[in-house]
């Protein structure tokens, strides 16, 4: 696949309908989330007005689009035709016409409809009424296997991503972003600064989580100024070409504890083991255990209180997760965070993260930031 013909979203399609073969699934509805660009490439707005891509098992999908937003879609007759509807119509009453005329009921079975996990309630609950005959599932059901395995081009703009998130990284390691004397608010606004002027086009998210805080692994940046021989987690990522990056690095701030650094060394050792075991063909459940057998045997177990990575792609959080019950097998092209923590409440928390693709040839981690215990003195 070349840049230039973009993504292969022919190819998509056809897969998508093998797999709607296989689940049983009739027509996909596909709205809200990742599902719809994946197919499309086209990104449905968060509005009130329906997006909603009809996908029959056989026959040309339809994009019903509202009028206004119908020249943001880049027209790909050979994936689907558009139909703009304007103010005064029903776009709900036009998505069943749609499925209606699509689905042949066969005896004895319901056609189940597979409608995407992030639509609104507002439009499933009318559509539900106006298609009473009908079974509903989740379009993840469908396509989150598909998206969770990317292709060669996929995995060169994941690493272009996470290249651009290691580059905010080396400016948080090396002192270029000052720590000390500042409040986590505005370290995290810096760094979404930077992640935009490193090539990303969206900054989605910036946690500086800094002394105590450091123990809350979803931490919302406050006005607590940040002080010395405290650890600071910094877990930040942006969109880059559409697809996203996701990374963790914990600095201190001056001398830490001997405490603190037994806590830095278990959580670098449980995420260098976390990766190794992420070879093709392993449960996922078993990166999940690595990491975690290592930060057990420390005596923090209680203390990591998340699983230990998630997929990522067009979302940044997406299948496949890895977590203690998850049986999946890894594949070539599975993409994913390693993230192990240890967060001991009102004391400390570190949390080291990397973007890992599932590669023939082992694991590659895409982030390759210094992982070892950086002391900064600003
Ligand atoms: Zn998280
Ligand atoms: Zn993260
Ligand atoms: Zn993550």
Known sequence: MSPQTGPPFGAR????????????????????????????????????????????????????????????????????TVRPWAESEDPVGLVATLVGGAVTTRAGRRPVLGVSDRTWATFVLRLQSLLPGFDWEVSSQVCAPLRAVKDDEEVATLARAAAAADRVAVALLSGEIALI?????????????????????????SIVASGPNSASPHHEPT???????EP?????????????????????????????????????????????????????????????????????GRYFVHRTGHGIGL????????????????????AFSVEPGIYVPGEHGVRIEDIVVACEDGPRALNVADHSLVVVEA
């Open 181 to 205: 004397g500042r409040t986590e608010r505005e370290v995290s606004a810096e760094v979404r600064r930077r992640l935009l002027a490193e090539g990303h086009e969206r900054a989605n998210f």
């Open 13 to 80: 399609l056809e897969q998508a309908r093998r797999a709607m073969s296989v689940a049983g699934t009739d027509v996909l509805l596909l709205s809200l989330g990742a599902d719809l660009p994946w197919l499309s490439g086209y990104e449905a707005m968060p509005l009130e007005r329906l997006t909603m891509l009809v996908v029959p098992a056989a026959g040309t999908p339809v994009l019903v689009v509202p009028q206004l937003e119908a020249p943001r879609v880049m027209a790909r007759p050979d994936v689907f």
């Open 232 to 300: 600071v987690v910094c877990d930040f990522g942006g969109t880059l070409d559409g697809y996203c990056s996701d990374m963790t690095r914990t600095v201190v701030t001056g001398e830490p504890s001997a405490e603190l650094r037994r806590v830095y060394e278990t959580v670098a050792e449980a995420q260098r083991a976390g990766v190794a075991a992420a070879t093709v063909g392993t449960a996922c459940q078993e990166v999940d255990r690595a990491a975690r057998r290592v930060i057990e045997e420390a005596g923090y």
């Open 315 to 334: 979302e940044e959080h997406e299948g496949p997760y890895m977590v203690e019950g998850n049986t999946e097998v890894l594949r070539t092209g599975h």
């Open 223 to 229: 006005g607590r100024v940040i002080g010395r021989g």
